[in-house]
T-cell receptor
């Protein structure tokens, strides 16, 4: 049973336009959400995160929106650049005191930004 | 230094071999993780070490044996693996508790023949 879902396996966007990547989760105990970007044969690179007590977090071209009632979050990239082409993973975490974080990843969305 | 370093980058091993994957970080993080990633799948958590103690084992077969010799090092000992264990093995670390953000290494591409 997938706790974190990314229903679009791929997305193509024109350079300069907005990219919107979506993520849904089922476990209401998740209290932190993260987006990672991954190139082939590399480890995931952290992009941006949001705590469950917030509904928006911005960092440069990247903004993450969280809708707790809908158990939905989205990553907006504006403007999109060809270098943004990668696989984007949504991850959710439920903190466990003294036990580290259990990060659960979605299946990923492959973003292609076309010049 | 915000790096998690994994060695080797690539490993080919036979089903009767014993090998080890190594991971190192010098960010002072007290939680370290092993993830396994198959092609076109998300990373799947295998083990979590918190303050050098194994805190989460996601029902991983005993042919995978983790070890945390100190707060900077994490090993994954491999023995009698199967071809279906071929995958990208990712190590990660995070600050404990307050900042649930994991830093990942580049991974070890393991092929079992």
């Amino acid at each position: 049973d997938q706790q974190v879902k990314q229903n679009s396996p791929s997305l193509s966007v024109q350079e300069g336009r907005i990219s919107i990547l979506n993520c849904d989760y089922t476990n209401s105990m998740f209290d932190y959400f993260l987006w990672y970007k991954k190139y082939p044969a590399e480890g995931p690179t952290f992009l941006i995160s949001i705590s469950s007590i917030k509904d928006k977090n911005e960092d440069g071209r990247f903004t993450v929106f969280l809708n707790k009632s809908a158990k939905h979050l989205s990553l907006h990239i504006v403007p999109s650049q060809p270098g943004d082409s990668a696989v984007y993973f949504c991850a959710a975490s439920k903190g466990q005191e003294n036990y580290g974080q259990n990060f659960v990843f979605g299946p990923g969305t492959r973003l292609s930004v076309l010049p | 230094d915000t790096e998690v370093t994994q060695t080797p980058k690539h490993l080919v091993m036979g089903m009767t071999n014993k090998k080890s994957l190594k991971c190192e970080q010098h960010m002072g993080h007290r939680a370290m993780y092993w993830y396994k990633q198959k092609a076109k799948k998300p990373p799947e958590l295998m083990f979590v070490y918190s303050y050098e103690k194994l805190s989460i084992n996601e029902s991983v077969p005993s042919r995978f044996s983790p070890e945390c010799p100190n707060s900077s090092l994490l090993n994954l000992h491999l023995h009698a693996l199967q071809p279906e264990d071929s995958a990208l093995y990712l190590c990660a670390s995070s600050q404990q508790l307050l900042v649930p953000r994991a830093f990942f290494g580049q991974g070890t591409r393991l092929t079992v023949v």
